[in-house]
């Protein structure tokens, strides 16, 4: 399978846990973004990389939310002290930045806050 | 910040009729995006428009890009049972990020 991979695919945790989800780009793909969604709602931009460079991040991301691509090709978001309020699905997607820029999704990882 | 609104919310259509939804950007946009998502599913890419006043079909499927690069429409042409999602309109700023709008979930009633 070539396109992009999240895991884990659901994710439980109690409230103030940490959490660490993976994301695997499409290989040759050099942007890479993050994405939450909760029901009824479109993709929240949370931040995106141009190969191993964070160019943006939300304004509306706090503090206890961090992002690496270390090397440029797979990506951890990771969710401190988590909150009840941080339930939602968390999105990835790839594309390349080259005009042609459509954004390839993965499948998501869902993450429950208990 | 940059904010996509879409409309409407919500759209009912009986089979066979036709299906507009509307995207407004509150800044000028390099490119615009489609996407479709079903229900439990993830965004799927369905056209890109780049320049002022573009328009692009898909088979049954119109995309329209304004002319100030601000707003877009896609329009359905005699809607099926397949066509049951929503369609999410995304902007590409000055920024290079990718911002989604509001959606517009299509219920299309056999």
């Known amino acids: 399978d070539t396109g992009v991979s999240q895991n884990p695919r659901h994710k439980i945790t109690k409230r103030g846990q940490n959490v660490t989800f993976r994301c695997d780009p499409i290989?040759?793909?050099?942007?890479l973004y993050w994405y939450r969604q909760t029901l009824g709602q479109g993709p929240e931009f949370l931040t995106y990389?141009?190969?191993?460079?964070?160019?943006?991040k939300s304004r509306l991301l706090s503090d206890r939310f961090s992002a690496e691509r270390p090397k440029g090709s797979f990506s951890t978001l990771e969710i401190q002290r988590t909150e009840q309020g941080d339930s939602a699905m968390y999105l990835c997607?790839?594309?390349?930045?080259?005009?042609?820029?459509?954004?390839?999704f993965g499948q998501g990882t869902r993450l429950t806050v208990v | 910040g940059q904010q996509v609104m879409q409309i409407p919310q919500y759209q009912h259509v009986q089979e066979g009729e036709d299906f507009t939804t509307y995207c407004n950007s509150s800044t000028t946009l390099s490119n615009i995006q489609w996407y479709k998502q079903r229900p439990g599913g993830h965004p799927v890419f369905l056209i890109q428009l780049v320049k002022s006043g573009e328009v692009k079909k898909q088979k049954r499927l119109t995309f329209q890009f304004g002319e100030a690069k601000k707003n877009s429409s896609l329009h359905i042409t005699a809607t099926q049972t397949t066509d049951v999602g929503t369609y999410f309109c995304?902007?590409?700023?000055?920024?290079?990020?990718?911002?989604f709008g509001t959606g517009t979930r299509l219920t299309v009633i056999p």
């Open positions: 990389f141009q190969n191993e460079a964070q160019l943006e």
């Open positions: 997607a790839s594309s390349l930045w080259s005009g042609r820029t459509e954004a390839f």
């Open positions: 995304a902007g590409q700023g000055g920024a290079n990020n990718l911002f």
């Open positions: 290989s040759e793909h050099n942007r």
